[in-house]
């Protein structure tokens, strides 16, 4: 393995901070979408430069400042933060067409202010994916967290006024009063916060002290949704659809889980968590969120509610793997942030097609829907499929390395929690798309002409279906990625 | 001529504070720039000392040139010149940016006003690079003086505060006197570095920890460290703009760095921890002032005087990190020294600026300004990150090192007290930020663009708010050379 110094790891973070102004100055909101794709276009090809260095298995670094002794702001690009990056860039330009369908759609008023956020927010997203250390993955997520707060209260009445208190409060919360602690106590031991292949923490504490750190990590980050801490994802989603799909089920969510995977892998090490029998532990937080948050969903009725419960259950899916410490559970754990994010973007892009097209937001209203809007909800069908882990769809392939990790972690009652699981996603998703082909035919509540939302926001939806399929034959750049992160864990 | 840059710090603005009321009677428009030469100067002259200092190491200069410790020396080394360029910088910056406010508020008295300013910059400047105690004291009543006068200039309860802010401060001084009193008396010298040679002999006299505990009070009174705060937030809050954001920033942090050269310089880190073993109840004092400070803000209705309560609570950082004795914790409190002089005076800005469109800073009255206000704003927003210290901001390293400080020392009450205040500075920000995010939602429609009246400050405002602003992240990336370069070395020579 070589360490390769590119500045090109800030370049990319550092795209769609710098394509604000241009965003502010932009008289006509053709030209700013205009630079909104092409900050978004930019920062996927850098991200792409990157792989094939990657994938031969070096690694980029770019130290910006060294801020205190022994800790610097640098970035360091490796197997798992690439795929998370990929991920992320790759769906922002997918969003940003759909933007323009959902915002124009509704004629929704301070789009500039989106937009600039929305970069933002990509800016810091990526900033953690490519974090060295955990001082610089501190700093990206708390400027994701600001930079979300504007797009999670859009609309800027009371409603939003709520949900933005309870996403700070939650978010910033734990992230003040638990990281930062946990962080400091790590600095305190070890003098380094530098990501390393084992973890940093073996030999500096005890079983006691590494379990509270871990505890304090794992609830610390909130984006991450582990329960009792999810409170804020559900009220998030009164924001616009555009920011429910790209952030609350991949940047934001995502990034929480990414930093929890970094301090499982990067902090503590594989071996001291076997060690010290700390991952069961690990695995126990995330089974109960999993089966909690999977009933919860069963009796929602407002779609992107139920979406959202989904998405908690999902999210420790892959805090679940990494947790099981063996090599095929944390292949299936990394592969699953990226299998989700294609499937449950499809499905929040659906139900904000919906929403633009007919403006109903609640189950129980889209019987028959599926007469009126084929390729949404047929889209909305490889999504559910793919989260709920059948195939054809990238979601079996993650499902399946997360079940083959239980069995080599010899720990059944986790293959249990993930296989009622599975039968509870699809409790919840099939009636909804059953529904929406099949109602009776005195209960339709549409009629049966096809009227779809504006193309802007069906394309999006119907791409990524059809990505999520193409991961199920072809996941070969996100399945070499996982190995390799999973190999560099083991040593080589 | 550049041996006599120490001298020139201090002499340029008294000169020109002469020339400025004299010309207020002849032609008042010449007033601005004068003081502006005339800090700008005294601006340069620190930079160019402090860039001498890093080079050369420490620098003394004998006032007239009189031998020490009979005359009086000037003594500058890493710690007073980084403290005294920051003074003057910052001071340069607010007069630039308040100069608005000052006709505005106090039409017909810029003379007056000005002439003060630069008074309170030499009174300020002397007591930061003077060697001798004596010395220090008569500058610290100069730089109190004029304090008052411009607190006083205020309207409303204004003259009413500086009245309070002048018995408090007067009995503060007059601890300081009597201490430096006592000191005399026993080492028959007023000259820092004698004084510190002839101490260690006398470290078991009652006198000399009579002397110490004098001192201590005598500056923490005047450092508005918790409970001696009172008469802060009145003197401050009613304090006209300009007045407010020059010494809001300044005084408190010069008052923290006579603390800090007190325990270096004079009394000596041993005498100070191991002779007195002052650390543990001064920390626990300071993690009181942080939370006390934290929660009186909460409950302020006014956008400046939540600020007051805040640097109260921030005056708590600097006192529990200088007493935590160790390395991190010292560095901590001599970064927040500067880091908090940057917030500060950005936060006072931002005030400045807003109440110079709203003329009122009730909390309610800042309904819809992110619309109304948006680059005022944006500096405000960059400030509260700082305060509430989240990274890359300056604010959040200078809180690393007093949160690693207090972890090395075992001070974990002292730990809980930071994380506890960044919190409550979270709630504390985000409701102001709130209020101005949110318009009435009566008349708030969610659709189509709403026409937005802008109504911003002007430029000769915004820039140098902009500048501050941009230097809040600047310095914070730039916290390992600070550290590095001039903190270590100061903390080595003193035993740390």
Known sequence: ?492 | MMEHYPAFIVIVPFLFAFVVSGVAWIKKELCFPLTLVGLGLSAWFSVCLLRQVATTGVLKYRMGGWETPWGIGYHVDYLNGLVVTVVTVLAFINLIATRKNVTEETPEKEGAFYSLYLLFIVGLTGILLTGDLFNLYVLLEVASLTSYALIGMGSGRAPMSALNYLFVGTVGGCFYLLGVGYLYIMTGSLNMADVATLLPKLYNSNAIVMAFIFCMVGASIKMAFFPLHMWLPNAYGFAPTAAGSLIAPLMTKVMVYVLIRLILTVFSVDFAFVVMKMGDPMVWMSSLAIVAGAVFALSQKNLKRMFCYIIVSEIGYMMGGAWLGNNAGMTGAILHILNDAIMTLCLFLCAGSIYYRTHGLELDRLKGLFLKMPVTMACFVASALSIIGVPPTCGFFSKWYLISGGLQAGQYGFVAALLFSSLVNVVLFFRVIEISYYGDFETHHGHGSSPAVVMESPASMLVPLLIVSIGLVVVGLYTGSIVNHLIAPILMQHGF
């Open chain 1, 1 to 492: 393995m070589e360490t390769i110094l590119s500045i090109k790891p800030l370049i990319a973070v550092l795209v769609s901070i710098c394509v604000v102004p241009l965003l502010v100055l932009s008289k006509k909101a053709n030209v700013r979408e205009g630079w909104t794709f092409a900050a978004a276009i930019v920062k996927l090809l850098l991200v792409l430069s990157m792989l094939p260095v990657i994938l031969k298995g070096n690694q980029i670094v770019y130290t910006l400042a060294e801020v205190v002794p022994g800790v610097a702001i640098r970035f360091r690009v490796d197997a798992l933060g690439m795929l998370f990056a990929c991920v992320a860039a790759s769906l922002w330009i997918i969003t940003s067409a759909y933007s323009i369908g959902y915002m124009r759609g509704l004629d929704e008023h301070s789009q500039t202010r989106y937009y600039v956020f929305f970069a933002l927010a990509l800016s810091a997203t990526i900033g953690v994916a490519f974090s060295a250390n955990l001082l610089t993955l501190y700093l990206f997520y708390e400027m994701l967290s600001l930079a979300t707060y504007p797009l999670v209260t859009h609309h800027q009445d009371k409603e939003a006024r709520t949900s933005g208190r309870k996403y700070l409060t939650y978010i910033l919360g734990t992230s003040i009063g638990l990281v930062l602690p946990a962080m400091m106590v790590c600095y305190h031991l070890t003098g380094t916060l530098e990501f390393a292949s084992q973890g940093f923490l073996a030999g500096a504490c005890n079983r006691g002290l590494a379990a509270v750190l871990l505890v304090f990590f794992i609830f610390g980050f909130a984006k991450a949704g582990i329960m009792p801490f999810h409170g804020w994802l559900p009220a998030a989603m009164v924001a616009p659809t555009p920011v429910s799909a790209l952030l609350h089920a991949v940047a934001v969510v995502k990034v929480g889980v990414f930093s929890i995977v970094r301090i499982i892998t990067g902090v503590f090490g594989t071996e001291l968590l076997s060690e010290f029998n700390l991952g069961v532990v690990i695995c126990t937080i995330a089974s109960v969120t999993i089966i909690v948050a999977s009933l919860i969903a069963l009796s929602q009725d407002n779609l992107k509610r139920m979406l959202a419960f989904s998405t908690i259950g999902q999210l420790s899916y892959i805090i679940l793997g990494v947790g099981l410490l063996s090599p095929k559970g944390i292949t299936g754990g990394m592969l699953h942030i990226a299998m989700h994010a294609f499937g449950k973007i499809t499905l929040f892009f659906c139900a904000g097609a919906i929403f633009v097209a007919t403006g109903k937001r609640n189950i129980s209203e889209m019987v028959g829907i599926g007469r009126r809007m084929p390729w949404t909800m047929g889209a909305f069908f490889v999504g559910s499929l793919s989260i709920i882990g059948l195939p054809p769809t990238g979601g079996f392939l993650s499902k399946w390395y997360l079940v083959l990790g239980t069995l080599e972690a010899n720990q059944m009652t986790f293959l249990f929690v993930l296989l009622s699981s599975s039968l509870l996603n699809a409790a919840y998703f099939m009636p909804v798309v059953y529904r929406a082909f099949f109602p009776p035919p005195e209960k339709a509540m549409f009629e049966n002409k096809i009227q779809e939302a504006p193309l802007f926001c069906v394309g999006p939806p119907v791409i990524t279906a059809f990505i999520s399929v193409a991961l199920f034959f072809y996941p070969e750049p996100f399945f070499r990625l996982a190995s390799m992160a999973v190999r560099f864990i083991g040593g080589n």
